[in-house]
Antibody, heavy 121, light 106 residues
Framework: EVQLVESGGGLVQPGGSLRLSCAAS????????MHWVRQAPGKGLVWVSR????????DYADSVKGRFTISRDNAKNTLYLQMNRLRSEDTAVYYC??????????????WGQGTIVTVSS | DIQMTQSPSSLSASVGDRVTITCQAS??????LNWYQQKPGKAPKLLIY???NLETGVPSRFSGGGSGTDFSFTISSLQPEDTATYYC????????FGQGTKLEIK
């Protein structure tokens, strides 16, 4: 079964750090572009970051640029999001998602179940 | 940055109704537009990609259209299980989601 499973969420104080993981199974994640998308409580979806299949090229939303770092470990078939200098406005459910650039470029066809990040003192 | 404006923000319709949601981009995005369905407490699900292409396994009552700056998403005959929030997303220049349309059944 093709799936993504996030982990690593939790409660962290403002200014703190957290690393999220997204384990892929049923497919080789290195062949796909991978993303993080977040959703604040009661709000809409916001794209956060992507890493393309070369494992080097990355992009970020302006709101997280310089604080968050996306990376991948192809040997472990796992995606990461290192989040530093966290703010209360980073509180959200964080989803990882797959972009199949061959079949449906630009669309996120597989999503994880999400992991909750709460930034609060 | 490309902004996406969805309307309406919410709507209520009856089973069997035809429902249409619109999405407007702040600049020309060709057909780089996708639609997702999100049910409460669940991850989003891809329904339509490339403005009008139905994702595998998605019922044919869902459809999408448009190009440039104006797009539409239609459910031809509303079913009870279609209660959800629907989002458009542009992928022409990075990615931006619309604010969502909450669809309820009367």
């Amino acid at each position: 079964e093709v799936q993504l499973v996030e982990s690593g969420g939790g409660l962290v104080q403002p200014g703190g750090s957290l690393r999220l993981s997204c384990a892929a199974s049923g497919f080789t994640s290195s062949r796909y572009w991978m993303h993080w998308v977040r959703q604040a409580p009661g709000k809409g979806l916001v794209w956060v970051s992507r890493i393309i299949s070369d494992g080097v090229t990355t992009d970020y939303a302006d709101s997280v640029k310089g604080r968050f770092t996306i990376s991948r470990d192809n040997a472990k078939n796992t995606l990461y999001l290192q989040m530093n200098r966290l703010r209360s406005e980073d509180t959200a459910v964080y989803y990882c998602a797959r972009e199949n650039i061959v079949a449906s470029p630009g669309a996120f066809d597989i999503w994880g179940q999400g992991t909750i990040v709460t930034v609060s003192s | 940055d490309i902004q996406m404006t969805q309307s309406p923000s919410s709507l209520s319709a009856s089973v069997g109704d035809r429902v249409t949601i619109t999405c407007q981009a702040s600049q020309d995005i060709s057909k780089y537009l996708n639609w997702y369905q999100q049910k409460p407490g669940k991850a989003p699900k891809l329904l339509i990609y490339g403005a009008s292409n139905l994702e595998t396994g998605v019922p044919s009552r869902f459809s999408g259209g448009g190009s440039g700056t104006d797009f539409s998403f239609t459910i031809s005959s509303l079913q009870p299980e279609d209660t959800a929030t629907y989002y458009c997303q542009q992928c022409d220049n990075l990615y931006t989601f619309g604010q969502g349309t909450k669809l309820e059944i009367k």
